[in-house]
């Protein structure tokens, strides 16, 4: 099993940015892409971003690229996502989930994967 949780949400106006990290724990965090999920109220959750095991490959939905940065850190055992230009619409709960292999097209589907971690709230407001 693979542990998750996030950190790093909270209130911050539009045009802000914002930094959260996903901490695991339980397995070796190497042997899993890590991805970045969002769900907004009232909405299905959306892939946001995902990143290969190795960290050099990064992978973002076309609505974030430019805005949004993953990477991660694996002496550390942490996958981030930073968060620029924030705007109302990026107001959601974001999870991270672990997906055992490599970073395959599939990642973008939130079934793909067994291990989640329970959320950090981001509100923009305007």
């Known amino acids: 099993q693979v542990q998750l949780v996030e950190s790093g949400g909270g209130l911050v106006q539009a045009g802000g940015s914002l930094r959260l990290s996903c901490a695991a724990s339980?397995?070796?965090?190497?042997?899993?892409?890590m991805s970045w999920f969002r769900q907004a109220p009232g909405k299905e959750r959306d892939f946001v971003a995902a990143?290969?095991?190795?960290?050099?490959?990064?992978y973002y939905a076309d609505s974030m690229k430019g805005r949004f940065t993953i990477s991660r850190d694996n002496a550390k055992n942490t996958v981030y996502l930073q968060m620029s230009s924030l705007k109302p619409d990026d107001t959601a709960v974001y999870y991270c989930?672990?997906?055992?292999?490599?970073?395959?097209?599939?990642?973008?589907?939130?079934?793909?994967?067994?291990?989640w971690g329970q959320g950090t709230q981001v509100t923009v407001t305007s």
């Open positions: 339980g397995r070796t965090f190497s042997d899993y892409t």
């Open positions: 989930a672990a997906l055992a292999g490599p970073l395959v097209p599939a990642v973008v589907a939130e079934s793909e994967y067994e291990h």
């Open positions: 990143i290969s095991r190795s960290g050099t490959r990064p």
